[in-house]
């Protein structure tokens, strides 16, 4: 293939904006039930069928690959109760053009998973921990299984091959102010990126409102007052603002899509367990791949469809604008 075909079929947006970052959900079920990504009860899961194989997302994968896709992040629900899920990772890091396979998980498993995943080729994780007290765990999870998360994370530590580990914190106003310098003392014991992400409307519930914002300027300035922060350098795609100790004792980051977004420079794509593409966590439509992948489509077809949702990706969210209409689905539903 000619460069200039090469570069013809590349997904960039109508924005110019060069997709190279796919976050692929293998599963909608979890085993806690965050407040902030899930009711309680009540929620249908999807049918076995209804969820895209490993062949059909190894398909989708590759094709993206092709088309400039370097960057693979498997996602839930919680991907780790996907049976199988070491095998998909090292599926995936040998398709041509990817360059990384990372996991978001809630930790629940790693403890018994992290070799496993090591061995698989895993090179990253996000690890999501909102809280370090066990009442507030229980509370915001639904689950008593804060000690379990954080066994993972120190099993996580022998497999030297998964760095960074990160850990992601939910920040909600009433919630997040009184550990904010305990996170900011994890992060300079422990080798984790300890990373705070605004707290965003695609609860399942619908109960967000802008009160409960706990803005990422605001938490930065609780631990710079106390510990001295320095800003890193970090790719201008990056979702997160990170920051080192001025000691050099741990780092810190802060995802600010709500009061900073970061829509100009999104890289990102998604795929859904049951197999619909989506080009912003707040879009309200849906590109089917499913169909077409069990219907017979050649790769140059959903190559075709692939493309033709990424010119439609989106200018930005609309959080802050007039008349703000939510995602279609919920967090848990869309992958996180």
């Not at 190279?20 to 309680?40: G, H, L």
């Not at 049976?83 to 398709?95: A, M």
């Not at 794509?269 to 080009?279: M, N, S, V």
Request: aromatic residues 8%.
């Amino acid at each position: 293939m000619s460069a200039q075909a090469q570069h013809n079929q590349q997904f960039i947006d109508s924005f110019g904006r060069r997709i190279e970052d796919m976050r692929v959900s293998v599963i909608d079920k979890c085993n806690f039930r965050c407040t902030y990504c899930m009711p309680a009860e009540g929620l249908a899961w999807l049918r076995n069928r209804e969820i895209l194989t490993f062949d059909e997302i190894e398909r989708v994968v590759r094709i993206a690959a092709e088309r400039g896709v370097t960057q693979i992040r498997l996602t839930g629900g919680e991907p780790t109760v996907r049976k199988g899920l070491p095998d998909l990772i090292s599926r995936l890091i040998r398709v041509p053009g990817v360059e990384e396979v990372t996991l978001t998980t809630n930790g629940f498993l790693l403890r018994r998973m992290a070799r496993e995943l090591a061995d698989a080729g895993l090179t990253r994780i996000n690890v999501s921990l909102d809280t370090l007290t066990r009442e507030k765990f229980a509370h915001i999870t639904r689950r008593d299984h804060l000690d379990e998360v954080l066994a993972g994370l120190e099993e996580l530590e022998k497999h030297s091959t998964i760095r960074p580990i990160k850990v992601n914190a939910v920040a909600i106003r009433g919630f997040t102010e009184p550990e904010v310098l305990d996170f900011a003392r994890f992060a300079r014991r422990k080798p984790y990126v300890v990373r705070f992400i605004e707290f965003m409307p695609l609860d399942a519930d619908e109960s967000w409102s802008r009160e409960q914002l706990l803005t990422g300027r605001e938490i930065y300035e609780m631990i710079n007052a106390v510990y001295p922060l320095v800003p890193r350098d970090t790719d201008p795609s990056s979702t997160s603002r990170v920051y080192r100790f001025a000691d050099g004792r741990g780092e810190v980051g802060f995802i600010n899509p709500v009061s900073e977004p970061f829509c100009s420079t999104c890289n990102r794509i998604r795929l859904t367990a049951d197999g619909q593409l989506r080009t912003c966590l707040f879009s309200t439509w849906e590109t089917d791949l499913r169909a077409p992948l069990r219907s017979g489509a050649s790769d140059e077809e959903l190559g075709r469809i692939m493309h033709g949702a990424v010119l439609r990706k989106e200018m930005k969210h609309h959080i802050n604008d007039p008349g703000f209409v939510r995602a279609s689905r919920s967090m848990s539903q869309i992958g996180g």
